[in-house]
Nanobody, 121 residues
Framework: QVQLVESGGGLVQAGGSLRLSCVGS????????MGWFRQSPGKEREFVAA????????YVAASVKERFTISRDNAKATVYLKMNRLEPEDAAVYYC??????????????WGQGTQVTVAA
């Protein structure tokens, strides 16, 4: 079983920044890809960003590509999502996901509990 704990969400003014963190518990964290997803009320979960196990490949959704950056620190079993120039449309619950493979492409099998991001206009 993989446990993931997100943190770093909160209330921010439009144009501000947040950095989300997700700590994984499994010893094999460094061998597995990680991703960030978000979901706001009434909408489907959106794939926001992902990173391969060794950080040699990343994905960031076009809608946030110029503002969000994903990174990871395998020594700390942590993946980050740095969000700049936040907009009210970015408000959502953000989840990190873990998949059993080194590539970020594919299904994500484990999820954290989510962290709420609220952006005030």
């Amino acid at each position: 079983q993989v446990q993931l704990v997100e943190s770093g969400g909160g209330l921010v003014q439009a144009g501000g920044s947040l950095r989300l963190s997700c700590v994984g518990s499994r010893r094999t964290f460094s061998s597995n890809a990680m991703g960030w997803f978000r979901q706001s009320p009434g909408k489907e979960r959106e794939f926001v960003a992902a990173i391969s196990a060794e950080s040699d490949s990343t994905y960031v959704a076009a809608s946030v590509k110029e503002r969000f950056t994903i990174s990871r620190d395998n020594a700390k079993a942590t993946v980050y999502l740095k969000m700049n120039r936040l907009e009210p449309e970015d408000a959502a619950v953000y989840y990190c996901g873990y998949r059993g493979g080194s590539s970020w492409k594919g299904l994500y099998e484990y999820w954290g509990q989510g962290t709420q991001v609220t952006v005030a206009a």
